[in-house]
């Protein structure tokens, strides 16, 4: 998403998401029942912050998979920090991005769910994700925000 875009993209998602979503800042403490949007331009990197808490790093560094912010930048590094402990989540895209990472997120045993083909405006990055084994359960969009969310909130 285009740098400018993504703070009215989350002030939107936070008015119909019973989740709080926010557009990531650079050393945000990472809190659970609560959905960060990579600013345009930026990764994402989830690293240890004081007192064991986790905490957002904004990068410019270089793109992967052509995209930055890389959907893979951030899975990457939910795996290292959270290993079983969190949930991973690709949608419809074109490409691979995110779909090497969440397969290494399920392996450590986290969550994963895609988007389901039927729903999928471009089925790419959700299907790679699946053909690598990285998504537990495909979901249609329209059911999406509530598997997200009771599955967050089961494991709060």
């Known amino acids: ?5 993504t703070r009215e993209f989350a002030t939107s998602l936070d008015k119909i998401c019973p989740l ?24 994402i990197v ?8 986790k905490k957002i790093r904004l990068s410019q560094e270089p793109q992967r998979n052509g995209h930055r912010p ?6 990457e590094s939910m795996a290292k920090m959270y290993q079983n402990r969190c949930l991973g989540v690709i949608m419809t895209g074109m490409g691979k991005d995110g779909a090497q990472e969440l397969a290494e997120m399920r392996r450590q045993g986290a969550w994963t769910l895609g988007q389901d083909e039927k729903t ?3 089925y790419g990055m959700p299907k790679v994700a699946f053909e690598l084994g990285g998504v537990q ?3 249609p969009l ?3 925000a509530a598997e997200i969310s009771a599955l967050a909130l089961a494991h709060k």
Not at 27 to 38: F, L, R, S, T
Request: zero cysteines.
């Open 142 to 144: 329209e059911k999406m």
């Open 20 to 43: 709080s979503v926010k557009e990531a800042a650079n050393g945000d403490v990472v809190e659970g029942g609560h959905v960060y949007i990579a600013p345009g331009n930026f990764h």
């Open 46 to 53: 989830v690293e240890s912050g004081n007192f064991g808490r």
């Open 1 to 5: 998403m285009p740098a400018g875009f």
């Open 137 to 139: 359960k495909q979901v």
């Open 120 to 122: 999928s405006i471009v």
């Open 70 to 75: 890389s959907v893979d930048v951030l899975f």
